[in-house]
């Protein structure tokens, strides 16, 4: 189990990172959240046809798990209009009712009972962020973007856990780029009519950077998350995403100077944030099997050892 925290803090520390690519590359947030996945999903794929050990599932699993891979494509998109609208801080910070979202949808989706303590501590969280809301009108709609990209992180969370059971973490991680490439393909003639620009190619140094986020930032962290989400409960996971926030805003004050952005109003949210995070660590719950998610999982034959490709 240390080890598997460990993933998970680690996993976490890059996604506190991935909100400065927002301010960075110059696209807007659909062309950013499509270029990302286009990216990751092309060198995943690149390596693993080089080792041919590209997975292979059943039609239903393939379904299922590029349909959570659509909900990851929607936390980008939601995630990154929040930062565009507001500021990498904004974002991040946002992404602390995670939590909040998974006390809500985990009972309901595994069928176990609501845990009063988790909804109480998470409610902190809540009253942070009304807090900035209230009084930094200015970001208001950025904020709006956030909430909902972290329910949409809640989802991804716990859909990918009760989905995942029992396949390893890179088949899971190589269809739901597919899904997630495969929703943004389809969805950015839309996007693009409601919201034309006047290029679609990246500049030069857009490449790299979007390359930079694919391959470390995505990939990377990713691999990392699922194979902690397969061992812990989707609370615990989605209660150490709270962190991201804390680095997320380091490395916006540090790397881009929002320090002068953000009012007294931010900080007082974020001690609620912050406390929300301290009282929940408190009480760790015992992890639950993946394999008892659900009768239907439990009854269902192992995979072909063919489809499992380890990270090494």
């Known amino acids: 189990m240390k080890t598997d925290l460990i993933k998970l803090h680690t996993s976490v520390l890059l996604a506190g990172f991935t909100g400065l690519f927002g301010s960075i590359i110059a696209l807007n947030e659909g ?53 565009k609208y507001a500021n ?35 409610l902190l969280a809540v009253a942070g962020i009304l807090l900035i809301f209230n009084f930094d009108t200015s970001f208001r709609f950025g904020i709006i973007l956030g909430v909902i990209a972290s329910s949409f992180g809640a989802l991804f969370n716990i859909m990918n856990k009760v989905v995942g059971a029992q396949k390893s973490s890179l088949t899971m991680v190589f269809y739901e780029f597919a899904g997630a490439l495969g929703f943004m393909t389809a969805l950015m003639p839309v996007y693009l009519l409601f919201n034309p620009v006047a290029t679609i190619v990246p500049s030069l140094s857009d490449w790299g950077w979007l390359f930079v986020l ?18 812990l409960s989707a609370f615990t996971v ?75």
């Open 31 to 83: 062309l950013l959240v499509w270029y990302r996945v286009l990216i990751s999903f092309l060198v995943l794929y690149a390596g693993l046809l080089f080792v041919n050990k590209v997975p292979q599932v059943n039609k239903s699993d393939f379904f299922k798990i590029t349909g959570v891979g659509m909900l990851l494509a929607l936390h980008f998109l939601f995630f990154y209009g929040s930062i």
């Open 88 to 122: 990498v801080a904004i974002g991040v910070v946002c992404y602390s009712l995670v939590g909040f979202f998974a006390c809500i949808f985990e009972p309901m989706i595994v069928r176990r009972k609501f845990n009063k303590k988790e909804l109480l501590y998470s």
């Open 214 to 231: 694919a391959i470390v930032f995505t990939i990377g962290q990713y691999v990392l998350h699922i194979q902690a989400l397969q061992s």
């Open 238 to 312: 989605s209660l150490s995403g709270n962190l991201e926030p804390l680095y997320g805003i380091a490395a916006a004050i540090l790397f881009l100077g929002e320090a002068q952005q953000l009012g007294l109003a931010f900080w007082a949210g974020m001690f609620f944030i912050v406390s929300s995070v301290v009282l929940q660590s408190l009480p760790v719950r015992p992890v639950v099997p993946v394999r008892k998610i659900s009768q239907y999982q439990a009854r269902k034959p192992k995979e072909d050892s063919r489809t499992h490709c380890q990270v090494v």
